[in-house]
């Protein structure tokens, strides 16, 4: 099941990551979980966040350059090798990994992962056939 | 109104060329004359010529007679170049100097009359006419943008709003609740209006607006398009310069390919800017003009520094009086970048050609080690934006690469975000010179 992430532009300068942060806290806004890509020159902040359309919303009023993209949520057993057989399956269908990060939580007991692959789609079914279970909106956000 | 007949202010657009010419000659001679008998340092280099205004007898002894260049109106500041005493002058204006003293101009009755014609015409050749709704945000004052298209557009009985630059929130409140039918402005400023107008939530597609009139600064034809996309107007680009009488030296037309330059006022020649001999019809060069009706300051010869062309053809639209190629670029905005020449021009087209990149960006020239460094800051659009730190270098590498097409020289690119690049309430800034020099 596919969720929505979505990604900030951020220049490289001090103060430019709690702008965007503070822009959320105003409207209420909670963030599940997030992952910032950083270069020299720029950054990439991604974040999942359950009312995604209100805080694409209130972040483009505030001038960021926000994008949706679809990104898996992926569960992965919390024991050694968890995420080793995912990667394997991902492997053996070809997918191609853009990037990956972790949700702070476990999810019932689980760990999750969000994965961007080239192709969400194909990605979800290849997982799928192996048994896989991705999180949607509804498990992703009941915990909090 | 039958609005595909012109308005009679138009008439001299239309006159035969034989009559054009004549006009011209006359005019010349009388110019000539007056700026020999009333302006010293004109006088004086006639007569280091050996020349007398009786020896213009055709136009084209315009070649001989002296150049004028800004250094000149600088030279003479305040009123050396003047032609008439100040009893009879009723307006100055001045250009603001980057460096020092301002340039000041002035103006006689007559002068606000044949300024006041040509911006008439000028409006009338975007299509405006009486009853348009006129939002006039060049600005007020010293600046001849101001008051030159308010004369015009009052004169051609539109009603004018003359909000002046500024305040963008107040001036699409005013361009929605007034029912704005044409604007006046910079294009870089209209570019803005279209940024803010989104932001607040106000489509001016939807909006009675279909035309606008913008000068002041150059800006491309990708800009136009630009503009024409996201506002659903009409762009037209109007030509002039406060040293010969503000706005309305030329415009374009309908059939927006060239400007119009309003001969029976002002005589246009393309120099090359090195030898400074004139150029074969359609050559590229320096646009260089003589007033043919001013009389508080006749310009003879003024050395415009804007490279253009004449077009060769005439105009499909009939009018008799020649265009001009839009001003791409100034012979004096030329950057010298380790030895290699730019124009900030080149890298806007640079930035054009990568789909999506507005052309909101900013030159910012340094000396490292002697060196000279070009940065060019970008705002990142929604449209280039990529999740993927791989897409957003690749779009960084992509946009060196078509600057460097253009101009020979590789340039260090900095992606920034929106609305970090100071925005211009006139003309863009576009070049921060940080070099010590």
């Not at chain 2, 009723?90 to 020092?100: E, F, I, N």
């Not at chain 2, 940024?195 to 800009?223: C, H, I, Y």
């Not at chain 2, 009409?234 to 390919?257: M, N, R, W």
């Not at chain 2, 690749?394 to 925005?423: C, D, F, N």
């Amino acid at each position: 099941m596919k969720i929505h992430q979505l990604s900030v532009f951020l220049e490289n300068k001090p103060g430019q990551l709690r702008t965007a942060c503070e822009v959320l806290a105003k409207a209420r806004i909670n963030l599940v979980t997030l992952s910032l890509a950083d270069t020299v020159q720029f950054g990439i902040l991604r974040l999942v966040i359950e009312d995604w359309q209100k805080a694409k919303t209130v972040l483009e009023t505030a001038g960021c350059v926000v994008k949706v993209t679809e990104v898996l949520a992926i569960e992965v057993a919390d024991q050694p090798g968890g995420l080793a057989q995912i990667l394997e399956i991902v492997d053996h269908a070809g997918l191609n990994i853009e990037y990956m990060y972790a949700f702070t939580e476990k999810r019932g007991g689980k760990a999750a992962l969000v994965f961007r692959f080239e192709n969400a789609d194909t990605a979800e079914q290849a997982l799928k056939a192996n048994g896989i279970n991705m999180l949607g909106d509804v498990e992703l956000f009941r915990r909090a | 109104m039958n609005m595909t007949e012109h308005h009679p202010i138009s008439a001299p657009d239309f006159m035969p060329v034989n009559e054009l010419r004549a006009t011209q000659l006359s005019r010349l001679q009388r110019t000539v004359q007056q700026a020999y008998d009333h302006v010293p340092l004109f006088h004086r280099r006639l007569d280091e010529r050996g020349l007398k205004p009786a020896d213009v007898r055709s136009l084209e002894d315009v070649r001989r007679l002296p150049f004028t260049v800004k250094a000149d109106l600088r030279d003479t500041y305040p009123y050396g170049l003047f032609a008439a005493p100040m009893k009879e002058i009723v307006r100055l204006h001045a250009s603001s100097g980057t460096t020092g003293k301002p340039i000041v101009v002035a103006y006689t009755q007559d002068d606000i009359r044949v300024w006041t014609e040509t911006i008439m015409r000028s409006l009338v050749s975007c299509g405006l006419h009486a009853g348009d709704i006129v939002q006039n945000a060049y600005g007020y004052g010293l600046f001849t943008g101001g008051l030159g298209a308010h004369y015009g557009a009052e004169a051609l009985g539109a009603t004018v709003i003359p909000i002046s630059g500024g305040n963008t929130e107040r001036q699409l409140m005013v361009m929605k609740d007034f029912g704005v039918t044409a604007i006046c402005c910079t294009p870089s400023y209209f570019l803005h209006l279209i940024d803010q107008s989104q932001q607040m939530g106000v489509d001016l597609k939807k909006l009675p607006l279909r035309a606008g009139v913008f000068g002041a600064e150059p800006w491309t034809e990708n800009m136009r398009e630009r503009i024409e996309a996201q506002s659903n107007i009409k762009a037209y680009d109007i030509y002039g310069l406060t040293e010969i009488i503000g706005p309305g030296v030329g415009i374009e037309c309908a059939h927006q390919a060239g400007l119009h330059i309003f001969e029976d006022h002002f005589l246009a020649e393309i120099i090359d800017p090195e030898t400074l001999e004139p150029l074969p019809i359609g050559s590229e060069g320096e646009l260089v003009l003589t007033t043919l009706s001013k009389q508080a300051m006749p310009m003879i010869r003024y050395r415009t520094r804007d490279i253009t062309a004449f077009y060769t053809e005439p105009c499909a639209c009939g009018r008799s009086i020649r265009r001009i190629r839009r001003i791409g670029r100034r012979s004096d905005d030329m950057l010298i970048i380790r030895g290699i020449n730019v124009f900030p021009s080149q890298i806007e087209a640079g930035l054009l050609r990568i789909e999506g990149t507005l052309p909101h960006y900013q030159i910012v020239l340094t000396r490292e080690k002697d060196l000279d460094q070009m940065e060019v800051q970008v705002e990142v659009t929604p449209e280039v934006f990529s999740d993927e730190v791989r897409g957003l270098e690749e779009l960084r590498k992509k946009i060196v690469r078509s600057i460097e097409t253009i101009t020979g020289i590789r340039v260090a690119l900095r992606l920034v975000e929106p609305h970090t690049i100071q925005r211009s309430e006139g003309k863009a800034k576009r070049v921060i010179d940080k070099r010590n020099m």
